[in-house]
């Protein structure tokens, strides 16, 4: 697939020194979902914003369907974005929003009606066209906004958090609905979002923003199975890879350790480079079972019924270890082993976070 939207070495800066972005490098193929996520403040808006035309980078240039955006005034972009905010005008009907694009391009009185019409089935709000913005529910809204971008289809939909204002359950719908529109009009999307399990579910793939730098570009299943960075495992997954700060240990004749404070791990594999490292475990990775002699225990803290699984806080010395687990035989205060399902296992260097 040919590259939609290229950043090449992009950076932002706003005065006075706040680097927002720095040497961004990034593939949008045609077509594709990317979502960009990351906590507050790590430059995700800015980067929408510099594709819109809204901002200009500080250094660096974008392409967009080939062509350099510095020479593409924003109107020319052929793009449509959406806000948490909605930005709706609301002096306007549902209609008329939706509709708005279409007259600026002056497509004929009857081709807008059927285009807004066909959308807002789609969208479930029919029924509301003649409304204005502030008489409908903050969810519908958000369907209005979507509507607009999609009655007029441009080529690069750009989405800024739009689920973002919504209750959980309504979320989870916009989101179903908004994985099938673009199944069945692929069109190349950029969805920022700082939820995880959003990312997850919409992208086809996913960009790992952490203050103004791509920590990892890949698939849901290369960012859940193979992080590359301990930042990247322990945001993705509810809760996020156990990360241990430890050191290995190596003596002639007996087998590797892995420590953390005044807990041992032996270690299954030999080859394991020493000196100071972290360990990461998925919570679905560790076997629980009652204390067996020779094995790391500890005394569970919290136990948390999810319905189909409990999420289990097991406390070893001061170290907290979250587990999830389908057994609904464990309580608080009771004292259990614990061991890692080595094969699972995550290594990243200690001081710079990187995967090993
Ligand atoms: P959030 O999830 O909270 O919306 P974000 O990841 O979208 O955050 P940005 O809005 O892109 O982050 O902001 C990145 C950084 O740039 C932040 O430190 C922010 O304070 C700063 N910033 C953004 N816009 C401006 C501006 N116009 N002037 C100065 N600093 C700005």
Redesign the pocket.
């Known amino acids: 697939m040919s590259s939609a939207i290229s950043f090449n070495q992009v950076s ?1 800066t ?2 006075p020194n ?4 720095q040497s961004i490098n990034l593939e949008v193929a045609e077509g594709e979902f990317l979502v960009v996520v ?12 510099l594709v819109a035309g809204l ?1 200009n980078q500080t250094h660096g240039s974008i392409d967009i369907f080939g062509k350099d955006s510095g020479q593409l005034a924003p109107q020319e972009r052929d793009l449509g974005m959406v806000f948490q905010n909605y930005a709706l005008f609301p002096h306007l009907s549902v209609f008329d929003n939706m509709a708005y694009g279409l007259q600026v391009r002056r497509e004929s009185a009857p081709e807008i009606r059927k285009k807004v019409e066909r959308i807002a089935q789609k969208l479930e709000i029919l029924e509301f066209l003649r409304r204005k913005p502030n008489q409908l529910s903050g969810g519908q809204r958000q369907r209005v906004a979507l509507g607009r971008l999609l009655a007029r289809d441009p080529k690069i939909h750009l989405f ?2 739009p689920l973002g204002n919504l209750d959980p359950q309504f979320r989870a719908g916009m989101r179903s609905e908004l994985a099938r529109l673009h199944q069945e009009r692929p069109r190349t999307t950029i969805y ?1 979002t ?1 939820d995880q399990a959003e990312a997850m579910t919409l992208g086809q793939r996913i960009c790992v ?1 952490r203050k ?1 730098e791509v920590l990892q570009v890949g698939t849901p299943e290369e960012i859940y199975d193979l992080p590359s960075h301990r930042f990247v495992a322990e945001f993705f997954g509810s809760p996020g890879v156990n990360c241990i700060d430890g050191k290995i240990d190596k003596k002639e004749g007996s087998p590797s350790k892995f420590r953390s404070g005044s807990i041992q791990f032996p270690l299954p594999n030999h080859d394991m480079p020493t000196g100071s490292i972290t360990l990461g475990i998925r919570p679905e990775n560790w076997t629980l079972s009652a204390p067996e002699n020779g094995a790391i225990t500890g005394v569970i803290e919290r136990v948390e019924n999810l319905g189909d699984h409990r999420l289990i806080g097991v406390l070893i010395d001061d170290l907290n270890i979250f587990i999830k687990t389908t057994r609904s035989d464990f309580k608080e205060k009771d004292t259990v082993s614990i061991s890692p399902q080595w094969e699972q296992a995550h290594w990243f260097e200690r001081y710079t976070g990187k995967r090993i």
């Open positions: 932002k706003f005065p706040v680097h927002a972005l990351g906590p507050s403040g790590c430059g995700k808006s800015t980067l929408l914003r901002e800024d958090e920022v700082h923003l103004g």
